[in-house]
């Protein structure tokens, strides 16, 4: 069997949740609990693709220095520096850590 099947079932899929998004009455959406919702799945959808993007390279799981980088700019968010610090710190982070060795 091919990859195409699959292929062409999750587009099929995919293009079904949307779909279906569509036919979801606009009161419902308005409501506080979905807005809420909605806020927590993106925050999670970004968290969780953060993190896989950092631990991961190619088929197994990586530790180096993108770890380091991102614990420095999850402290520096908590102290609530502005983005562009957070970038800063986070890339400073990983190089320091890369030039003390790390992979």
Do not use: C, E, H
Request: no cysteine.
């Amino acid at each position: 069997m091919t990859l195409w099947p699959w292929i062409l079932l999750a587009y099929a899929a995919a293009f079904a949740i949307k779909l279906a998004g569509y036919l979801v009455p606009a009161a419902w959406l308005a409501r506080p609990r979905m807005l809420r919702a909605a806020a927590a799945m993106t925050v999670g959808l970004l968290a969780a693709l953060t993190t896989l993007n950092t631990v991961s390279g190619g088929q197994a799981l990586v530790a180096d220095a993108r770890i380091g980088a991102l614990l420095a700019a999850a402290l520096a968010l908590a102290l609530r520096v502005p983005f562009l610090g957070v970038v800063v710190i986070g890339a400073a982070a990983a190089a320091l850590l890369r030039l003390a060795g790390l992979p």
